[in-house]
């Protein structure tokens, strides 16, 4: 079983930045890769970025490209995802996921593995 902690959410103004954590925790040997989600009010949850924990690999959607990086560290057993450049959109609940594939797409596939989110909210 693997346990996923985000945390890092909070508020910012449009054009502002955040960083959001993800820790692992159990069988974290199986992970093969760590996604992150979000989830807008009253939307589908939808997948912003994707990393290969072996190799770092990385994906994102249209919406995070040259905006957010995913990035870990298996040492520490985390990864992080940096929200630059903010706007009201991207506010929403954050989710970190994992899963034993390695394949990054597509980036909303099926993970098995959920944190519980984290609110980060951007105001114009």
């Known amino acids: 079983q693997v346990r996923l902690q985000e945390s890092g959410g909070g508020s910012a103004e449009a054009g502002g930045s955040l960083m959001l954590s993800c820790y692992w925790s159990?069988?974290?040997?199986?992970?093969?890769?760590v996604s992150w989600f979000h989830q807008a009010p009253g939307k589908n949850r939808e997948a912003v970025a994707a990393?290969?924990?072996?190799?770092?690999?990385?994906e994102y959607a249209d919406s995070a490209k040259g905006r957010f990086r995913i990035r870990h560290d298996n040492a520490r057993r985390a990864a992080w995802l940096q929200l630059n450049s903010l706007k009201p959109e991207d506010t929403g609940v954050y989710y970190c996921?994992?899963?034993?594939?390695?394949?990054?797409?597509?980036?909303?596939?099926?993970?098995?593995?959920w944190g519980q989110g984290t609110q980060v909210t951007v105001s114009s």
């Open positions: 996921a994992a899963s034993p594939g390695l394949l990054l797409l597509p980036l909303n596939q099926t993970y098995d593995y």
């Open positions: 159990g069988d974290t040997k199986t992970i093969g890769r």
């Open positions: 990393i290969r924990r072996r190799d770092g690999t990385t």
